[in-house]
């Protein structure tokens, strides 16, 4: 559990940009794992399976959310989380890359930003992502790409990627 | 568009300097080993999913049932024979019985068919021609003659833009088959529908609660020749009077029962088809279009008429599922919180 809890608790964090939410999401994560330890598949079906327990106790958490706080939708909740990260210029001036993925990350809308951390930070492939979120491979390569899109048209990753250049 | 790498590296740096809490680990343990941990939650959701999925499959049984009762219930407001058809009424008219319940073949009780009491109704949609629309309905009158029966109901007109009507034929319960397929041969069938109601247990319950009820009379009035005291008297005087008005809706009920047994009712609905129409219009995709439309509107008009109340029961089904589905996603979350 030691080794998985690291990797699980950034993943969550990434995809629901709350921290508390993402250890409670990650703690029942763990209890489903135990509960359930016995649907686990052996061999290399259960890397997926895991990262699927941990992206649907975050749907779960994300939708107690949405009800508790008045139906509120939970993507609203995430662009607050957003919204108090640092702006492009901030970013650019303190070189914070990492900042500025993860507030450029929580701008995404879930249904690309749940593929592109299973993808480029879990390291899943597209087919053990489709795995994980239920979808078919088709349907995640182009999530994928959509996510690329828009990442690639985000302003504070572009002003950052400007100031890069700029830089050298 | 951002590269694949670029997209790793940024997030490998992004996730990587998310902080870790320390205690995470150990906080799972200790809920895992907590008495009351989450499962208890858990389970509690998914007892009341269970209570949810049951709610809505009993709202969707009585829906079903409500449906069931209310096609297979006789049109209200049939009325005597058509004032268009005097012969025809004058046919009919004198069979008819004068309480319109049939006698019963037993004292009070069922007649029983093969050790079960059925009750056996049907409907045959026929259609027929104008022309012979007279005709065929002194035919289903010969054939309720024939079998024993009645005609208990007629609406029939000749005349007008929507001639046919409905004829409701009552036979013994043993020639309900054979009438069915004399009727068949009157016209064109294009519906027949049969259904059977098992009625024993019913009949069974009400025998055992008249048998109760007249013992108890009985007991009373062995009572009534004891009192002494006015007030007794009439106190007792009473609950017999009770008891026996409760005897005698039992043996009505019985009555009516034993005569749905014993005699089988058909309906018939005679439909003339109406003559194609011809447009006076030239254009011949102008015509076709309004026989579209013409057939999308009857088709939608026979389908309120002969689904409107599964369309009803669907709908109440729609509204239980809501409310449930309501009251699980916004009304539960809030509880268990205060319960937790």
Request: glycine share 8%; with cysteine; aromatic share 6%.
């Amino acid at each position: 559990m030691q080794s998985w809890y690291a990797p699980a608790y950034r993943t969550a964090c990434l995809v629901l940009s709350d921290s508390s939410g993402a250890e409670e999401a990650v703690q029942e994560a763990f209890l489903r794992m135990w509960r359930f330890r016995d649907a686990m598949p052996e061999g290399d079906a259960a890397r997926p399976w895991l990262y699927r327990v941990v992206v649907n106790s975050c749907y779960s958490w994300a939708r107690k959310e949405w009800v508790a706080n008045g139906r509120r939708a939970p993507s609203a909740a995430l662009d607050s989380v957003a919204e108090s990260s640092p702006g492009p210029d901030e970013v650019v001036v303190s070189g914070d890359r990492a900042s500025a993925m993860r507030a450029a990350l929580s701008r995404l809308p879930e249904p690309l930003r749940v593929p592109v951390v299973l993808r480029y930070f879990a390291g899943l492939s597209e087919k053990e992502i489709a795995l994980a979120i239920h979808r078919r491979p088709g349907t995640v390569k182009s999530r994928l790409h959509e996510a690329r899109r828009l990442l690639g048209a985000d302003a504070t990753l572009t002003t950052f990627a400007e100031g890069k250049e700029g830089a050298r | 568009m951002i590269t694949e790498d670029e997209l790793d590296a940024l997030l490998h740096e992004a996730g990587g300097g998310i902080a870790v809490p320390a205690h995470g680990p150990a906080a799972i343990l200790a809920a895992a080993a907590s008495p009351t941990p989450e499962p208890t939650v858990v389970r509690g959701r998914f007892r009341f999913r269970e209570l949810a999925l049951a709610g809505v499959s009993v709202a969707a049984v009585v829906a079903l049932a409500v449906v069931l009762v209310t096609s297979s219930g006789s049109s209200p407001g049939v009325s005597s024979f058509l004032a268009a058809n005097p012969a025809a009424r004058a046919a009919l008219g004198p069979r008819l019985p004068a309480a319109g319940v049939p006698k019963s073949t037993t004292h009070g009780a069922p007649a029983a068919s093969g050790g079960r009491e059925i009750i056996a109704t049907g409907t045959l949609r026929l259609e027929v021609t104008r022309a012979a629309l007279g005709r065929d309905v002194a035919q289903l009158d010969a054939l309720a003659a024939r079998f024993g029966g009645y005609v208990s109901a007629a609406n029939i007109a000749e005349s007008g833009t929507h001639p046919g009507g409905t004829i409701v034929i009552a036979v013994p319960a043993a020639s309900f088959s054979l009438l069915i397929a004399k009727a068949e041969a009157i016209g064109r069938v294009r519906s027949l529908s049969t259904t059977k109601t098992d009625v024993t247990a019913q009949v069974v319950d009400l025998g055992a609660r008249l048998t109760a009820l007249v013992d108890e009379r009985n007991q009373l009035e062995v009572l009534l020749g004891r009192a002494g005291k006015v007030s007794d008297l009439l106190a007792v005087e009473n609950e017999i009077e009770y008891v026996q008005s409760q005897i005698e809706q039992i043996q009505g009920e019985q009555r009516t029962l034993a005569a749905q047994v014993s005699y089988s009712s058909l309906t018939v609905d005679l439909a003339v088809p109406r003559p194609p129409h011809v447009s006076s219009s030239p254009n011949g995709f102008s015509h076709a279009w309004h026989q579209a439309v013409s057939g999308f509107v009857n088709g939608v008009k026979a389908l309120v008429a002969h689904l409107g109340d599964l369309l009803f029961g669907v709908l109440a089904f729609l509204v239980a599922a809501l409310l449930v589905f309501g009251l699980w996603r916004g009304v539960w979350p809030r509880v268990r919180r205060r319960i937790a």
